[in-house]
């Protein structure tokens, strides 16, 4: 697999993104946000990235194509299907998104997230994203989640199956998928579950922790890999198996500092494992 990372330093240019990921010791990195720029700068970074030996893991197309606010819906749509081309473009292993959610919070909770009305629809509109752009080299990817679809390995499945794209793919996260005690402790199962289930699909994971309080009722808290439960040995494990370039990423970072502590916790069970990053 390829360890990458969220970055804090200047990405303006290719050589400053290159440095910054090579900085870091990564091998994998997200597709930067470059507001616009024309094609000639895109391939500039495609570029840079293959003359050091980076894969883009994933390019984002985060926003809410479920939206019960149509105006809201056709521009997620939209965008999903620029970002879709962007990745295409750039040769990313996935452009990524969540399904989205019924209501106004774009990756928040909503009571029909989970209605057969819903996985509909989710169907629908990813068919839709893939058929307007025919990706041929990247893949459209819906991140799990707690509280919509993909939220198992049973529903990714069971979303793959329905989707019936080749061109539709696994993105693999997960602490998303940690929403109980009885999951929480027992979170290497779900993972080899995962593996077992959707390991030739997935093309990107991202890397976290989830730590459960001993306070009523139930509350999980996302905290920096190796400050909490999951089991990064059956998670490095398992990825292990899969393609070489398999990208994992560690996100949700807010300082320089909790990166290099995430990565050097991660690293050290990978060098316990024989597996390298």
């Known amino acids: 697999m390829?360890?990458?990372?969220?970055?804090?330093?200047?990405?303006?240019?290719?050589e400053l993104w290159v440095k910054e990921v090579l900085k870091g010791g990564y091998r994998s990195a997200v597709w930067?946000?470059?507001?616009?720029?024309?094609?000639?700068?895109?391939?500039?970074?495609v570029r840079a990235a293959a003359d050091h030996d980076i894969t883009i893991s994933e390019v984002g197309a985060w926003s809410n194509p479920i939206s019960p606010d149509e105006k809201?819906?056709?521009?997620?749509?939209a965008h999903c299907k620029t970002q879709?081309?962007?990745s295409d473009r750039v040769g990313a292993r996935c452009c990524v998104n969540i399904a989205g959610s019924r209501g106004e919070q774009w990756d928040g909770?909503?009571?029909?997230?989970?209605?057969?009305?819903?996985?509909?629809?989710?169907?629908?509109?990813?068919?839709?994203?893939?058929?307007?752009?025919?990706?041929?080299?990247?893949?459209?990817?819906?991140?799990?989640m707690p509280w919509v679809y993909p939220d198992s390995a049973d529903s990714y499945l069971a979303l793959l199956r329905a989707i019936d794209r080749p061109a539709f793919a696994v993105h693999f996260d997960p602490v998303n998928m940690v929403s109980s005690p009885r999951i929480y402790y027992k979170n290497g199962d779900m993972i080899r579950d995962f593996f077992a289930k959707l390991g030739?699909?997935?093309?990107?994971?991202?890397?976290?922790?989830?730590?459960?309080?001993g306070k009523?009722?139930?509350?999980?808290?996302?905290?920096?890999?190796?400050?909490?439960?999951?089991?990064?040995?059956?998670?490095l494990g398992e990825l292990h198996k899969l393609d070489p370039d398999t990208s994992l990423i560690i996100e949700h970072l807010h300082a320089p500092e909790e990166g290099e502590e995430a990565a050097?916790?991660?690293?050290?069970?990978?060098?316990?494992?024989?597996?390298?990053?």
């Open 84 to 86: 879709l081309d962007l």
């Open 2 to 14: 390829r360890l990458g990372s969220q970055l804090f330093g200047d990405t303006g240019t290719p």
């Open 200 to 213: 030739p699909y997935i093309r990107n994971c991202h890397a976290k922790d989830i730590r459960l309080a």
């Open 264 to 277: 050097g916790y991660i690293r050290g069970v990978a060098e316990e494992l024989n597996i390298p990053l």
């Open 109 to 144: 909770p909503h009571p029909e997230n989970f209605s057969d009305d819903t996985f509909a629809l989710i169907v629908d509109t990813v068919r839709e994203i893939i058929d307007d752009v025919r990706p041929t080299r990247t893949y459209f990817a819906l991140e799990t």
């Open 72 to 77: 809201v819906r056709r521009e997620a749509l």
């Open 32 to 45: 930067p946000d470059l507001k616009g720029a024309g094609e000639e700068v895109v391939q500039a970074y």
């Open 216 to 235: 009523l009722t139930v509350h999980l808290d996302e905290v920096v890999p190796g400050r909490g439960a999951l089991d990064y040995r059956a998670f």
